[in-house]
């Protein structure tokens, strides 16, 4: 049974930093890349970043390059977003979210993963 639970969502003011935290059960955790998701009340799922099974592939979303670093520990099959200068436009409830499939950068646009956490809220006033 695949589990993948989220943490580290709160309250932040702009220009400030949060990291989110991701860990997971129930499977092979470095076989498997990684994705973070995130959707904002009445807006579609946007690709925030995602990484390799060994981590030495990642991609980010538009919005967030230069911002926000994804990374994985997969000793403590744990993955994290490491989100700095937070905008009130990354308000969203983020997603954590993993596939078995081969990777590719594709996947992050396409929200190509089997897995889904069930969300962690980020709210920056």
């Known amino acids: 049974h695949v589990q993948l639970v989220e943490s580290g969502g709160g309250s932040v003011q702009a220009g400030g930093s949060l990291r989110l935290s991701c860990t997971v059960s129930?499977?092979?955790?470095?076989?498997?890349?990684m994705g973070w998701f995130r959707q904002a009340p009445g807006k579609a799922r946007e690709g925030v970043a995602a990484?390799?099974?060994?981590?030495?592939?990642?991609a980010y979303g538009d919005s967030v390059k230069g911002r926000f670093t994804i990374s994985r520990d997969n000793v403590k099959n744990t993955l994290y977003l490491q989100m700095n200068s937070l905008r009130p436009e990354d308000t969203a409830m983020y997603y954590c979210?993993?596939?078995?499939?081969?990777?590719?950068?594709?996947?992050?646009?396409?929200?190509?993963?089997?897995?889904w956490g069930r969300g962690t809220q980020v709210t920056v006033s």
């Open positions: 979210a993993a596939d078995g499939g081969a990777w590719s950068s594709s996947k992050l646009r396409l929200g190509d993963f089997r897995f």
């Open positions: 129930g499977y092979t955790y470095d076989k498997y890349c």
């Open positions: 990484i390799s099974s060994g981590g030495g592939a990642t």
